[in-house]
Structure formats: C-alpha cells, structure tokens
C-alpha cells in the first residue's frame, strides 16, 4: 500500500529543478563534466550526504538528464579518474560558466551543514585550476552567502552590476520567487552605494590631481565585455572588438584574450584599461554618474569637489554649496569642471557663479566662460570640463 505522507514529504522537500538554469544550454557532454566536477567536490570531505546527492539530482533535473546518471556521478566521486578530471578542467577553464559551476560548488559544500577545510581546500584549489580570477572568487561568495541568508536586497548588485555575469545568476531568484523587477526597484539607492564601495577596493586610482583620470583594470571590465558579447551586443574579429558596427578596439590595448570556439574572454594580463570609448560604456551601463566617478577616484569629495546647482529663476546662476578654493573642482550638470583663472577678475571665495552664455545642454560643451554677474559681461574667468576617463 502506498504512503501517500511519504509520497508528499518526499515530492516536495525541496523545488524540483532549477528553471534556465545556465549550464542546461551546455552539450550533453559539457552536461555531465560539470556535474561530475561537482560529484569531486561532494565527496571532498571523504563522506557523501544524502542532502549532497538531493542538489546533484536537482541539477540533474535541471540539465534534463536522466536521474540514473546520479548513481555513477556517487561513484564517480568516491572513485574519479585522471583522464575525466583533466577533461573537465579542459572544458571549463576561462570559460565564465565556471562563475557559475564555483557557486554550485560552495552550495555542495554547504549542504551538509558542515563546512570541512578539505571541501574548502578543494573549491580553492579548482578555482585556480579554471583561472578564475581571485576579485571574481570573492564577487561569487558574496553572492552566494547573500543568497544562503535570503538576504535578497544585498544579493541585487549582482544581477544587475557585472561584476559577476548576472545571467547565470538569474534562476536563483525563479527558484526563491524573488520578483527580478520589483527587486531591482526597491534597490536602486542600494545598489549604487554597494558598486561604488566595491569598485573602490577594487580599482586603484593611480592619477595626478592635477589631471584625474579613472583607470580600471581588465578585471574590472571582463564580465561587463563578455555580457555584451554573450548578447551580440560586441562582435570580434581577429584581434578587434568592435561596437555598434563603427567603433572598434584591439584586444591587446584591453588586455584581454577571446576563444572563438568558445566565444568567451579571458584576461592576458591585468593591466589597467584607458581606452575612453570602452570606459564610457562601462560607465553608462553600471549607471554611474560624474559625482559617482569622483568618489571613486577619491574615495571622498568632499574637499576636492564642489558642487554646483543651477537657479530655477534664474539658469545663468550656479549656486555652490560653498565658497570656492582655488584648485577645487565643480561639479555641475553631471560633469566635472576645472576653473581656470584667465581674466582680470576670479570666483575665489564666492558662493555662486554666473555663465556668460546659457547652453540648453552641456554634453557637447568643452568649456564656457563665466561672467562678472547677471548685469556685467566682465569676464570671470571659465570653467573647462574635465575628461574623467
């Protein structure tokens, strides 16, 4: 006779699959490597739990394979094979899949409730061998402890910044039915205060006050780069990245390296990218503004910056939020501006500024001169603005 509560507790103890979750669009083969690198990491420990093989058949589940292939990927983790292991790192290294494979490897890890040094040991260990850069090991555990604590709106930044590829990410919030706008929504503010703290730790300024420019590394920008690419966004051919069909960059200035079989980037090298179109880009779709760049270069702008607010009644007056020191700079319409001191008269100490000719939009204004006040044309000086990148 049949149980049905054993049937019940049995069909609903956890979701039944993951729903898009990316590795299902790998080949068959690709299919079987990634779970057979997770069955490595299951019995990491010396020991297979039962709750461990439950997320090896959910994955199984969500690749569409077979449930029996759960019986020889147990075996195959207390038995691996030289041959099978070298494969899999063949197929996954530099590939960004591998982002994902790391977290379903720290979930295998946790499935237990018991976090062994020897599962830690391993993770580390096939982290290195895939040459997953250590910024993004530590981007992907974040994530994955915001995820485990169902801390939803800390967990946002990474499916909307690019510091990780946010698409092989996305099933997580179907799983929890977590509302992907609604979420994004409610964390607007959040999130550019969170991106903003990390990319400080993560870029190093490196400029001369007297020319700022933000530098970022390849690091920084290669999720970014490969999302693009993955959306058909970017094309590349041969040595040559190139954007909307016109503009176009060499992989080397980006120090970066691309597997046309695979279609994926990697890093050559880490150096540091000032390539300005690439910048504004990046810029653009993290959605930082000048203010926010400024704090990144400075870490604080309070000092260096001041800000600057046109008057409603009258647009030809910028109020400041305080008085101006020389070699400060302004920030004004979103952009930065350096003052340049040309003329009989200046704007040291003073608490508003007057533009000699109003422009209805300053984005293709490189400079504009200012002028004695609302009723005198006498010359002030003028303000350049500042390329940041």
Not at 24 to 45: C, F, I, P, T
Not at 129 to 139: A, C, F, S
Not at 224 to 237: G, T
Request: one cysteine or more.
């Amino acid at each position: 006779m049949i149980d049905i509560l054993d049937v019940i507790n049995e069909a609903t103890k956890e979701a039944n699959a993951f729903e898009n979750h990316a590795a299902k669009g790998l080949s068959l083969e690709e299919r079987v490597l990634y779970l057979q690198g997770l069955a490595l990491v299951m019995n990491a420990d010396g020991d297979i739990d039962q709750k461990e093989k439950e997320y090896l058949r959910i994955l199984i589940k969500s690749f569409e394979l077979d449930e029996s292939i759960l019986d020889s990927l147990v075996e195959f983790g207390q038995a691996p094979d030289k041959d099978t292991v070298q494969a899999f790192f063949r197929t996954f290294r530099r590939r960004p899949i591998a982002q994902l494979f790391l977290f379903d490897a720290l979930m295998m890890t946790r499935r237990d409730d018991n976090i062994d040094d020897r599962e830690k040991a391993v993770v580390d260990k096939i982290a290195e061998q895939l040459e997953v850069l250590q910024g993004t090991y530590q981007d992907i555990y974040d994530l994955f402890c915001h995820i485990k604590n169902k801390d939803w709106d800390e967990s946002a930044l990474y499916f909307s910044s690019h510091l990780l590829n946010p698409e092989h990410f996305k099933h997580l919030l179907d799983y929890f039915e977590v509302d992907f706008e609604e979420l994004m929504n409610r964390t607007v503010e959040l999130r550019k205060d969170r991106i903003i703290r990390i990319l400080k730790e993560k870029i190093t300024p490196n400029f001369d006050s007297e020319t700022p420019k933000l530098r970022l590394s390849a690091e920084v920008l290669l999720p970014l780069l490969q999302s693009c690419l993955d959306r058909r966004e970017i094309s590349i051919i041969g040595n040559s990245m190139i954007f909307d069909e016109i503009n176009e960059v060499t992989l080397s200035e980006l120090n970066l390296y691309y597997n046309q079989e695979a279609r994926s980037l990697s890093l050559a090298m880490n150096g540091d990218v000032c390539n300005e179109m690439i910048l504004k880009k990046w810029s653009s779709v993290i959605g930082l503004d000048g203010l926010d760049v400024c704090n990144i270069i400075w870490g604080s702008v309070n000092e260096m910056v001041v800000y600057g607010t046109a008057d409603i009644e009258s647009p030809q007056l910028i109020k400041l939020s305080r008085a101006y020191k020389k070699g400060q700079y302004i920030l004004f319409d979103g952009y930065l501006w350096e003052y340049k001191d040309v003329s009989r008269y200046n704007i040291y100490n003073q608490n508003q500024l007057v533009i000699k000719t109003l422009s209805s939009s300053f984005d293709d204004v490189k400079s504009f001169m200012l002028k004695y006040s609302l009723d005198d044309d006498d010359s002030k000086g003028r303000l350049a603005k500042v390329n940041l990148f």
